[in-house]
């Protein structure tokens, strides 16, 4: 019996901690300035007058949100004045940014010689109106405070009514729960509370956010894991959302919830427990995305920190220009010519000028979005190199063009020197990269890359390689061979014709008969010809030696032969 009186006495202290709490858990609203100008009411007056109505909203159970934060916002927003935010849009959005949950849009009209008062609510949430209210009086400035005065009445009147009704539900969960704590048994007290608590919750004359706090209030008595507790949690879902606070660097992104436009940063959103997929974009920067898990009656905080994809633009000059730019950083490749200018996305780079002659130069850069770089550089000409060109057998002509860094260049877009000399040649190049070719007469065409240092010796060797002629061996066993094939082919043809013949012939086309005859006479010859042709080509092609085999162990036409028994003079041939 102790133990129970005491567990009574616990409950109703909580009871008394969460009344007081709920107490001061009253709407945030932004208060506007009353719109006025055009009725003649001077600005001074329409402050007064603003600052009473948020006065006396106080009173009646709102929190108002102070009206100095209302004006720093909006001149952080470059707004000249305060004044200007009479359109709805620019009060719900700035709203939004205070964190308020409610705006008040008021405004005074001048009809005649009375002056009429009316003042909106918005629900922030819903971005739709909740309340409005009305008022009429004179327009000297005793009559308008009784106007304000009004206007504040109506408007507090369903927040006191909602307050009231509070305090009653809460009184009669309050004895229930001091009946139920003479059960004994906890599971059967759990049973009866959840039956009054369950028609309380369905009750919708209790405001939403009383009949969610006698939902915690539950589920903190009894426990999470237990049966009622899981149906009380699960409308506490319903009837009581978590809040979205999103922010964003820089500022101003624009955000969606599950592919829906909400609003820019900063915002705060209220939503039903669950999973929401959140996604921040601006104009010049990294869109962001993420998933974010909202819990009821809690505040779930995201700051999306965007990389800043607005370009820069980078300025690259030389003495002397002309020179080629080389620009490296991440995946981008950028290649050009000094005076060179380009927007390039903003990030470091590497940075390379080169030109023939001249030490090439290495910059890191880093480029700033929506800034100019500008790096003039004079280039450090290089002395002179010597290149020593040997060639074996000497005697081969020389000639060069001017190679890219990497010592090739199409071969469309070379520009050869004339000829050089002959070697073995020593000459003076600039710097740089270059192709060398070599031409001998009997001889094979040679290229090859070399690099000139300034100041430096560079010596190439390069072993030239004979040109020999095809040889005869070689050149009829094509002639035969490919001759046999187009005899074969003609073959073919004559086959085809002969046949079309014979049977015209047999078709009754007695002059077919002898053009029958004539193309097999032309068949046979063809490919008996052209067989022995493919054959002999074949075995020519297949066994004569190599060109330079031939070309060196051959017999000259004209030929002194040394024998035993002296001298042979011999005219021999090419067989």
Same mark, same amino acid.
């Given at each position: 019996?102790?133990?129970? *009186? &005491?567990?009574?006495?616990?409950?109703?202290?909580?009871?008394?901690?969460?009344?007081?709490?709920?107490? /001061?858990?009253?709407?945030?609203?932004?208060?506007?300035?009353?719109?006025?100008?055009?009725?003649?009411?001077?600005?001074? =007056? =329409?402050?007064?007058?603003?600052?009473?109505?948020?006065?006396?909203?106080?009173?009646?159970?709102?929190?108002?949100?102070?009206?100095?934060?209302?004006?720093?916002?909006?001149?952080?927003?470059?707004?000249?004045?305060? #004044?200007?935010?009479?359109?709805?849009?620019?009060?719900?959005?700035?709203?939004?940014?205070?964190?308020?949950?409610?705006?008040?849009?008021?405004?005074?009209?001048?009809?005649?010689?009375?002056?009429?008062?009316?003042?909106?609510?918005?629900?922030?949430?819903?971005?739709?109106?909740?309340?409005?209210?009305?008022?009429?009086?004179?327009?000297?400035?005793?009559?308008?405070?009784?106007?304000?005065?009004?206007?504040?009445?109506?408007?507090?009147?369903?927040?006191?009514?909602?307050?009231?009704?509070?305090?009653?539900? *809460?009184?009669?969960?309050?004895?229930?729960?001091?009946?139920?704590?003479?059960?004994?048994?906890? #599971?059967?007290?759990?049973?009866?509370?959840?039956?009054?608590?369950?028609?309380?919750?369905?009750?919708?004359?209790?405001?939403?956010?009383?009949?969610?706090?006698?939902?915690?209030?539950?589920?903190?008595?009894?426990?999470?894991?237990?049966?009622?507790?899981?149906?009380?949690?699960?409308?506490?879902?319903?009837?009581?959302?978590?809040?979205?606070?999103?922010?964003?660097?820089?500022?101003?992104?624009?955000?969606?919830?599950?592919?829906?436009?909400?609003?820019?940063?900063?915002?705060?959103?209220?939503?039903?427990?669950?999973?929401?997929?959140?996604?921040?974009?601006?104009?010049?920067?990294?869109?962001?995305?993420?998933?974010?898990? %909202?819990?009821?009656?809690?505040?779930?905080?995201?700051?999306?920190?965007?990389?800043? !994809?607005?370009?820069? &633009?980078?300025?690259?000059?030389?003495?002397?220009?002309?020179?080629?730019?080389?620009?490296?950083?991440?995946?981008?490749?950028?290649?050009?010519?000094?005076?060179?200018?380009?927007?390039?996305?903003?990030?470091?780079?590497?940075?390379?000028?080169?030109?023939?002659?001249?030490?090439? %130069?290495?910059?890191?850069?880093?480029?700033?979005?929506?800034?100019?770089?500008?790096?003039?550089?004079?280039?450090?000409?290089?002395?002179?190199?010597?290149?020593?060109?040997?060639?074996?057998?000497?005697?081969?002509?020389?000639?060069?063009?001017?190679?890219?860094?990497?010592?090739?260049?199409?071969?469309?877009? !070379?520009?050869?020197?004339?000829?050089?000399?002959?070697?073995?040649?020593?000459?003076?190049?600039?710097?740089?990269?270059? !192709? %060398?070719?070599?031409?001998?007469?009997?001889?094979?065409?040679?290229?090859?890359?070399?690099?000139?240092?300034?100041?430096?010796?560079?010596?190439?060797?390069?072993?030239?390689?004979?040109?020999?002629?095809?040889?005869?061996?070689?050149?009829?066993?094509?002639?035969?061979?490919?001759?046999?094939?187009?005899?074969?082919?003609?073959?073919?043809?004559?086959?085809?014709?002969?046949?079309?013949?014979?049977?015209?012939?047999?078709?009754?086309?007695?002059?077919?008969?002898?053009?029958? #005859?004539?193309?097999?006479? %032309?068949?046979?010859?063809?490919?008996?010809?052209?067989?022995? !042709?493919?054959?002999?080509?074949?075995?020519?092609? /297949?066994?004569?030696?190599?060109?330079?085999?031939?070309?060196?162990?051959?017999?000259?036409?004209?030929?002194?032969?040394?024998?035993?028994?002296?001298?042979?003079?011999?005219?021999?041939?090419?067989?």
């Amino acid at each position: 019996m102790k133990r129970q *009186m &005491v567990s009574i006495f616990l409950a109703l202290l909580s009871l008394s901690a969460f009344w007081q709490t709920h107490a /001061a858990e009253r709407p945030i609203v932004a208060v506007f300035e009353i719109e006025g100008h055009e009725s003649g009411i001077k600005k001074k =007056l =329409l402050t007064n007058l603003t600052n009473f109505l948020a006065a006396k909203l106080t009173e009646g159970g709102y929190q108002v949100i102070p009206q100095a934060q209302i004006r720093h916002r909006l001149r952080n927003q470059k707004n000249t004045s305060y #004044q200007e935010c009479f359109e709805q849009n620019c009060q719900i959005e700035i709203g939004r940014e205070l964190a308020a949950q409610k705006s008040l849009s008021s405004r005074i009209m001048k009809i005649g010689n009375r002056c009429q008062l009316t003042a909106t609510l918005y629900d922030l949430r819903k971005s739709a109106a909740e309340q409005a209210a009305t008022a009429r009086g004179k327009c000297d400035e005793d009559s308008l405070l009784e106007s304000v005065e009004k206007l504040a009445l109506k408007l507090c009147a369903p927040q006191k009514a909602a307050n009231k009704q509070s305090a009653k539900v *809460m009184s009669d969960f309050e004895k229930e729960l001091r009946r139920t704590q003479k059960l004994v048994e906890k #599971q059967e007290r759990e049973k009866k509370t959840w039956d009054t608590l369950s028609k309380m919750v369905e009750n919708p004359q209790i405001p939403a956010s009383t009949r969610a706090q006698l939902l915690q209030k539950f589920i903190a008595e009894f426990g999470k894991d237990k049966a009622y507790s899981k149906k009380a949690y699960a409308k506490l879902v319903e009837l009581l959302p978590g809040k979205l606070i999103v922010d964003s660097e820089p500022r101003k992104a624009q955000i969606k919830v599950n592919g829906v436009a909400i609003g820019k940063t900063p915002i705060e959103l209220e939503y039903k427990a669950g999973e929401y997929r959140v996604e921040s974009s601006l104009n010049g920067f990294e869109t962001r995305d993420q998933v974010l898990s %909202v819990n009821p009656g809690k505040v779930t905080k995201q700051i999306f920190v965007m990389k800043d !994809l607005r370009p820069g &633009v980078l300025i690259l000059d030389s003495q002397p220009r002309g020179a080629k730019v080389l620009i490296k950083g991440g995946e981008n490749v950028i290649r050009g010519k000094t005076p060179f200018s380009r927007q390039v996305e903003s990030g470091d780079y590497q940075v390379e000028i080169n030109k023939y002659g001249y030490a090439s %130069v290495n910059r890191e850069v880093s480029l700033k979005a929506t800034q100019e770089t500008k790096i003039s550089l004079v280039l450090k000409e290089l002395p002179p190199g010597e290149m020593v060109i040997k060639t074996q057998p000497p005697g081969a002509m020389i000639s060069w063009a001017k190679a890219t860094s990497g010592g090739s260049k199409s071969k469309s877009k !070379l520009v050869w020197n004339k000829t050089q000399g002959e070697t073995p040649l020593n000459t003076e190049m600039r710097s740089g990269p270059y !192709l %060398v070719r070599t031409s001998k007469p009997g001889y094979a065409d040679v290229t090859r890359s070399v690099q000139v240092v300034g100041g430096q010796k560079t010596e190439i060797s390069i072993s030239l390689l004979r040109d020999y002629p095809m040889n005869p061996y070689k050149k009829w066993g094509h002639i035969a061979f490919w001759s046999g094939v187009g005899l074969a082919a003609l073959g073919g043809i004559a086959m085809s014709q002969g046949m079309a013949a014979a049977s015209d012939y047999k078709a009754g086309d007695v002059d077919a008969r002898d053009s029958s #005859q004539t193309w097999a006479g %032309v068949m046979y010859g063809s490919f008996g010809v052209g067989g022995a !042709l493919l054959v002999s080509g074949a075995v020519l092609w /297949a066994m004569s030696p190599g060109d330079q085999q031939w070309q060196e162990s051959r017999i000259p036409k004209l030929a002194a032969i040394p024998t035993a028994d002296g001298i042979v003079f011999s005219l021999g041939g090419r067989w």
